[in-house]
């Protein structure tokens, strides 16, 4: 099975710049599609980006459109979350979870529910 670990994580002032990273083992991620999640206290966990197995689509949220970049590296069966002009809102726990999908993917899913493997998590904080 599915095994992903999130790091990259730390503090970082706002307007700087962060790069997670989203491992795999068990398995090569060429079939998974994979989602980025972030989680504040006390609210629910939201979809940030996703990637279509192929790497041929993805999606933000409209928050972080324009500053988030997600890319992946099946070689090294690691998945990425570029963020740039961090705000303090983008303060959380971000996850990454994946999905098997075979075939052919035109658009990736942002919602939780669609995925099936998690990492643990990685703490995000922006703060001067």
């Known amino acids: 099975h599915l095994q992903l670990v999130e790091s990259g994580g730390g503090l970082v002032q706002p307007g700087g710049s962060l790069r997670l990273s989203c491992a795999a083992s068990g398995f090569t991620l060429d079939y998974y599609a994979i989602g980025w999640f972030r989680q504040a206290p006390g609210k629910e966990r939201e979809g940030v980006s996703c990637?279509?197995?192929?790497?041929?689509?993805?999606n933000y949220a409209d928050s972080v459109k324009g500053r988030f970049t997600i890319s992946r590296d099946d070689a090294k069966n690691t998945v990425y979350l570029q963020m740039n002009s961090l705000k303090p809102e983008d303060t959380a726990v971000y996850y990454c979870a994946g999905v098997s999908i075979l075939g052919v993917q035109p658009m990736c899913n942002m919602g939780r529910l669609a995925y099936d493997y998690w990492g643990q998590g990685t703490q995000v904080t922006v703060s001067s």
């Open positions: 990637i279509t197995n192929s790497g041929g689509n993805s």
